[in-house]
């Protein structure tokens, strides 16, 4: 019943700039807060930015910080990732997933998205 679908990967220059979409289904983003995680070749998941539930406040990985901006749009249930200033090493797989705080971290809470590519390439 719960579903998130991504959208928005593509390929792209360095400097250049992406914006992915997470629209969930079957909850409403004031219940799970969600996250966006990603995973290139050979590497472990790395957890890139999350939004919180309550607030909409907004966190980010020291990799992406200050290039990367999450924001959420509660009419339509979407969460977004602006992304720029792209760098080579920014190319993986992007997940949305949910996220719920657990020992004080932000964890994902066991709904996953299927995925959507973002090449950063010249």
């Known amino acids: 019943q719960v579903q998130l679908v991504e959208s928005g990967g593509g390929l792209v220059q360095p400097g250049g700039s992406l914006r992915l979409s997470c629209a969930a289904s079957?909850?409403?983003?004031?219940?799970?807060?969600i996250g966006w995680f990603r995973q290139a070749p050979g590497k472990e998941r790395e957890g890139v930015s999350c939004?919180?539930?309550?607030?909409?406040?907004?966190y980010y990985a020291d990799s992406v910080k200050g290039r990367f901006t999450m924001s959420r749009d509660n009419a339509k249930n979407t969460v977004y990732l602006q992304m720029n200033s792209l760098k080579p090493e920014d190319t993986a797989v992007y997940y949305c997933?949910?996220?719920?705080?657990?020992?004080?971290?932000?964890?994902?809470?066991?709904?996953w998205g299927q995925g959507t590519q973002v090449t950063v390439s010249s």
């Open positions: 939004i919180s539930s309550s607030d909409g406040s907004t």
């Open positions: 997933a949910t996220v719920k705080m657990r020992g004080g971290i932000w964890s994902p809470s066991g709904y």
């Open positions: 079957g909850f409403t983003l004031d219940y799970y807060g």
